[in-house]
């Protein structure tokens, strides 16, 4: 599976933004699907997962009532809506899919290349 995640920008604090992750292959249905963050001089972090069949979510507390992970399995896309940013979201984003999501961790198979994502205050 590859994937790649695109829709990242400049945005202002209190603004939005919507993450797409497009994968190739004909299983991404099958997939649990995640979304990570990495902000300068700061680890990896996970973000928000979706369970397989889309009925099981997790989230950060940090993002947690701002963004919404969802997918669109027939379009083989994964997506992060993200509201009321603030500057502490900036991190360049990935997403993943694959993998273990259980109980807010998620450990991923697949990872596709990050998108930037800048809030300015």
């Known amino acids: 599976v590859q994937l790649q995640a695109y829709g990242g920008g400049l945005v202002q604090a209190g603004g939005s933004l919507r993450l797409s992750c497009a994968a190739s292959?004909?299983?991404?249905?099958?997939?649990?699907v995640g979304w990570f963050r990495q902000a300068p001089g700061r680890e990896r972090e996970f973000v928000a997962g979706i369970s397989w069949g889309g009925g099981i979510t997790y989230y950060s507390d940090s993002v947690k009532g701002r963004f919404t992970i969802s997918r669109g399995d027939a379009k083989n896309t994964g997506y992060l809506q993200m509201n009321g940013l603030k500057p502490e979201d900036t991190a360049v984003y990935y997403c993943?899919?694959?993998?273990?999501?259980?109980?807010?961790?998620?450990?991923?198979?697949?990872w596709g290349q990050g998108t930037l994502v800048t809030v300015s205050s």
């Open positions: 993943a899919a694959g993998g273990r999501l259980d109980s807010g961790s998620y450990y991923p198979i697949y």
């Open positions: 292959g004909r299983t991404f249905s099958t997939y649990n």
